[in-house]
């Protein structure tokens, strides 16, 4: 185990090192992207090993710096995360090797692959840190890196923005969690994890609370909580793909780590019911507001980070659950709703990172991101067409897929409610399933535009007309992912085990026994008169009835080969023009949410000289509101813009002016101190 | 129960769906006939639509892609695998482990997922315009029946298929929270008609393209594609039937596997799904389409209904 740490480590530093050594950038490219690939396979080792390991590994190295310590600790958490960072990192650097080709020239692909390294190792010990200063420091450092990624093509515009977004949230983010972490060390006398988890320092009533929102708050401004999620669809696409792709798979997902340290490990006892509530409510409201706007959405890119949100909230609704059945002592329905929350979190992983570099791959192909600009891919690009589609039907968490156990995981920790002893909560969490349900219906809906308007029917424009297969080392990338995908959803009697051990530490029981039966082929939370799936004997139900009818119509038909002819058109040539556009597909759904969306249209209408019943030329703009930028954030810069205008006035320029303020304030600091 | 009679079950439930699914569509046709003062086909005819379907060339576009051929297999396998999920004529199906009810509403998901794809893979309008429809449909439908189905199975304890149909029939059909009850037939009903595109959501006999939604996505489909998709549609519409059917009046439903009980189980079913399938044919002759935007109406009232069964359902008991 340490030696796997040593070759992580080692192997991180040296991509991150070495290419800066070399000028020649395929050289380059290998050493990076080679270096991340090698220390991707042993983080997955490592992860595995921490899972199965019977005591945490711990490493520490003190420092000369008050409180803090170079403290690691690779607990079964811990572990379950360093194998999804490091999982998605391998797919990231496969895929990457074929991808920075198109920065050849523009951006320095050393630079790029470097930082990259250092990205992913800042994450893989993010996760693994015992050091609350430790934590903050890579947190930092995480946040700082990926910051310097986002704004890799900054010549480009909007780029600069959607950085300068991202750098101030992720900070006030971090204000927060150093307040968490402060609290913490009061009670505790240091900054160790070891002395927050001690169980007879336990912080008042309402330090606790306090200590439960800024967390909240601080990590979930890095999770994308609505709505403190604003800056993900500007960060997340203006990235390169392959750092999209673990920015939105992986990157959000070290503050679900922190989320679960510090509700299960560090605040662990008994919680007030509304903490699970709150976290609940968030988790609803992320979800259903992040596949509505991600409906919206016509850049492929901010469309999937839009279902980020999403996600984030599906997984908070399964902790939510779990803590509120944790507050009512029901600890194996806690345990399985954090075990729903951790399998999507993987699940989540896996599939958003997959179809950030299909829509990568889509990018790479075309040089654009406007789905309404794309059609016809799947017959240029058969491979990223099948690799989109199973990330897409696993997203829209359609049966045998990875997404839909997770789903269905959470599904029925919310309808365990029926335990729960007090009517109201009974009554949220069966209406947190509908909104689920809701989500659900509209990520399918989503990803029917997503995957339909870019790869089916006719090319739209030129770009897409002449748009290629990319390379094979991204095709490996995406098919470790899609392969993933199928194995997380294929063989949930590999996966409940693995998260038993994560979540058994934390709630105090085990369950895998209990949620597997009939050995491991399947799932029943409760027991298999309860409820149960097995997507194993559901596939072979599916490939089983699509044979069935293979043979039937092979049966009937005698094989008749299929003529082909032109899509009638009523009369008319089939053009591109004629299919739906992306734009049409959303509008009913537009309509009908219409309070949420508030849209608008524009309507320009120019006529000729001779009469208004001909028209020239006309243009229609259709628009929606961003509620939360247009109604939360706009208001309070505005204000702080006003309030920086009057403080101009103290500010003239003046040297002597300004060693007068100098001169008052020490003055009345001695006052003050005297 | 052994395996090979388990087997067997299983094999007897697919083929007793495959084959019943068109009856189904005659008698409704039928009904609407003779209520519209027609004769009408016989209520075999669907059947021969199908064998005349299957045996003819199928014409594709050259503009579609492998999706297109693969959807029709989809959607039929789809709809065929929630059929095997569902209890028919005996309360604890054999497959009954491999998924619960949620499961079941997300394989019809699968179908309706593909359906959509195949609608904008031709390339025409008219496909996209229903594809776009069905999405809005599915979207609206899904939260309402999911809210149902929790509501049912609240009053069995259990959201596994089988066991919901097995307490509902040892009770004799007696239920537990009979308002609440009420409430969920209600709203699963008005899903019925909104998943399966009947009227007042729908109208399957039409292709008039400013009404179609499900037909307007089968355009351009011929042969034994369109055979295909007929029948699943078929099935669905049997499958949402019969769920009605043995969770809401399980009355006679088989709850062991002996010949007598099996028997009776059959022909109760075929009798009452075929009662079930009049009463939609009356309702289809009653109400006029709903224009696209009034559907959400009709949905969010099943929603609300739903939610009410809920409601009820912890109150009454206390």
Redesign the interface.
């Known amino acids: 185990m340490t030696t796997l740490l040593t070759v992580l480590l080692a192997c991180y530093l040296l991509g991150g090192l070495l290419p800066l050594c070399t000028s020649r950038w395929h050289l380059q490219n290998i050493l990076a992207h080679g270096g991340a690939a090698a220390a991707g396979l042993a983080g997955i080792a490592l992860g595995f090993g921490g899972l199965f390991a019977a005591q945490p590994l711990t490493l520490s190295v003190p420092s000369n710096i008050p409180f803090l310590t170079f403290a690691l600790r690779l607990d079964p958490l811990a572990a379950f995360f360093v194998l999804t960072i490091s999982l998605v990192g391998l797919a990231a650097s496969i895929y990457a090797h074929g991808y920075v080709g198109e920065y050849a020239g523009r951006v320095s692909i050393g630079v790029v692959g470097s930082l990259l390294n250092g990205f992913l190792l800042s994450m893989t010990l993010v996760v693994m840190a015992d050091n609350g200063f430790f934590f903050l420091i890579l947190w930092e450092v995480m946040s700082l890196l990926s910051y310097v990624l986002v704004v890799t093509e900054h010549e480009r515009p909007g780029v600069r923005e959607a950085g300068l977004f991202y750098l101030i949230m992720t900070h006030v983010g971090t204000a927060f969690i150093i307040l968490t972490f402060v609290i913490f060390s009061q009670e505790a006398g240091s900054f160790s994890f070891d002395d927050f988890r001690h169980p007879d320092q336990r912080l008042p009533d309402g330090l606790r609370s306090i200590a439960f929102f800024t967390a909240l708050i601080g990590f979930g401004a890095k999770a994308g909580i609505v709505p403190l999620h604003v800056w993900l669809p500007y960060a997340h696409p203006a990235a390169p793909s392959h750092i999209s792709a673990l920015m939105s798979g992986v990157m959000i997902k070290t503050a679900v780590y922190a989320l679960i340290r510090v509700y299960f490990d560090f605040l662990e006892g008994q919680f007030p019911w509304w903490w699970g509530f709150t976290v609940l409510s968030i988790g609803a409201l992320s979800a259903l507001l992040g596949v509505m706007y991600a409906l919206m959405e016509h850049d492929l890119k901010s469309l999937l980070a839009f279902h980020s949100v999403e996600n984030i909230g599906i997984i908070l609704l399964g902790i939510g659950a779990g803590m509120i059945f944790h507050t009512y002592g029901l600890h194996e329905l806690a345990a399985l709703g954090l075990l729903a929350g951790l399998y999507h979190t993987i699940n989540h992983a896996t599939f958003k990172a997959l179809l950030f570099l299909g829509a990568g791959a889509v990018q790479f192909a075309t040089h654009t991101r406007d789905i309404e600009e794309y059609g016809g891919l799947l017959r240029r690009m058969p491979w990223t067409g099948l690799f989109f589609l199973i990330g897409a039907v696993s997203i829209a968490a359609l049966p045998p897929t990875n997404g839909f156990v997770s789903e269905w995981l959470v599904f029925q920790s919310l309808f365990l409610s029926v335990q729960l002893p007090t009517l109201f909560l009974k009554l949220m969490l069966p209406i947190a399933a509908a909104i689920l349900a809701l989500t659900g219906a509209l990520a399918l809906a989503c990803f029917a535009k997503a995957f339909g308007m870019s790869f089916l029917a006719q090319p739209r424009s030129a770009h897409a007309r002449q748009s290629v297969e990319v390379p094979l080392s991204m095709r490996i990338g995406m098919g470790i992912l899609a392969g993933s995908c199928v194995l997380l959803g294929l063989a949930p009697m590999l996966v409940v085990p693995l998260l038993d051990r994560v979540t058994g530490p934390l709630t105090g029981v085990v369950i895998s026994e209990k949620v597997l039966a009939l050995d491991g082929w399947v799932v029943a939370p409760v027991t298999v008169e309860f409820s149960s799936i097995s997507t194993p004997v559901l596939a072979a139900l599916l490939v089983g009835a699509g044979l069935l009818g293979l043979l039937i119509a092979r049966w009937f038909g005698k094989g008749v080969p299929a003529r082909y002819t032109r899509t009638w058109g009523c009369g008319l040539p089939l053009t591109p023009r004629m299919e739906y556009t992306a734009t049409g597909f959303v509008q009913p759904i537009k309509q009908v949410f219409e309070t949420v969306y508030q849209p608008t249209v524009k309507l320009e209408r120019e006529f000729l000289e001779q009469s208004k019943y001909f028209i020239r030329h006309q243009r229609v703009e259709f628009h929606t509101e961003p509620v939360f930028e247009t109604y939360l954030y706009r208001p309070v810069v505005r204000k702080l813009l006003a309030i920086a205008e009057r403080l101009r006035v103290i500010q003239v320029g003046s040297l002597h002016l300004y060693l007068t303020y100098i001169f008052v304030t020490l003055v009345l600091l001695l006052l003050w101190a005297g | 129960m052994h395996v090979m009679v388990q087997l067997v079950l299983i094999v007897v439930q697919l083929v007793m769906l495959l084959a019943l699914a068109p009856f189904i569509v005659g008698v409704i046709r039928k009904v609407k006939a003779r209520l519209q003062c027609r004769r009408g086909a016989g209520l075999f005819q669907p059947y021969a639509d199908l064998?005349k379907l299957?045996?003819?060339?199928?014409?594709?576009?050259?503009?579609?892609?492998?999706?297109f051929?693969a959807a029709?297999?989809?959607v039929?396998?789809?709809t065929?695998?929630a059929g095997?999920l569902m209890p028919v004529f005996l309360s604890h199906t054999p497959?009954?482990?491999?998924?619960?009810i949620?499961?079941l509403v997300?394989?019809l998901?699968?179908g309706?997922?593909f359906l959509?794809?195949a609608g904008?893979?031709?390339?025409?309008?008219f496909?996209?315009?229903g594809?776009?429809?069905e999405?809005?449909i599915?979207?609206?439908?899904?939260?309402a029946?999911?809210?149902s189905i929790?509501a049912i199975?609240?009053t069995a304890?259990?959201?596994?298929l089988s066991?919901i149909v097995h307490q509902s029939a040892l009770l004799e059909g007696v239920v537990l929270a009979p308002p609440a009850h009420l409430m969920a037939l209600a709203a699963m009903f008005i899903v019925t008609l909104a998943e399966t595109g009947r009227v007042p959501v729908d109208n399957p006999a039409t292709h008039l393209e400013l009404t179609m939604i499900h037909e307007a996505m089968l355009?351009?489909y011929s042969?034994?594609y369109l055979?295909?998709m007929e029948w699943a549609a078929g099935i669905k519409l049997l499958v949402f039937l019969t769920l009605i059917v043995n969770v809401f009046a399980p009355w006679g439903i088989a709850t062991s596997v002996t010949p007598a009980a099996l028997a009776t189980g059959a022909v109760l079913y075929v009798v009452k799904v075929a009662g079930l399938a009049v009463v939609i044919g009356v309702i289809e002759s009653m109400f006029a389409k709903l224009r696209?935007?009034r559907v959400?109406e009709l949905l969010g009232a099943a929603?609300i209904l739903a939610?009410l069964a809920?409601?009820f359902f912890?109150?009454l008991r206390g």
């Open positions: 064998a299957f045996r003819k060339q199928p014409v594709r576009s050259s503009t579609t892609s492998w999706i051929t029709p297999y989809v039929f396998a789809s065929v695998a095997l497959l009954n482990f491999a998924g619960n949620i499961a997300y394989l998901a699968l309706t997922f959509i794809l904008l893979d031709a390339g025409s309008a496909g996209g315009m594809s776009s429809r999405a809005i599915a979207t609206l439908a899904e939260p029946m999911m809210l929790l199975a609240l304890g259990s959201t596994n066991t355009l351009e042969g034994r055979a295909l696209l935007f959400p929603f939610l809920l409601v912890y109150t």
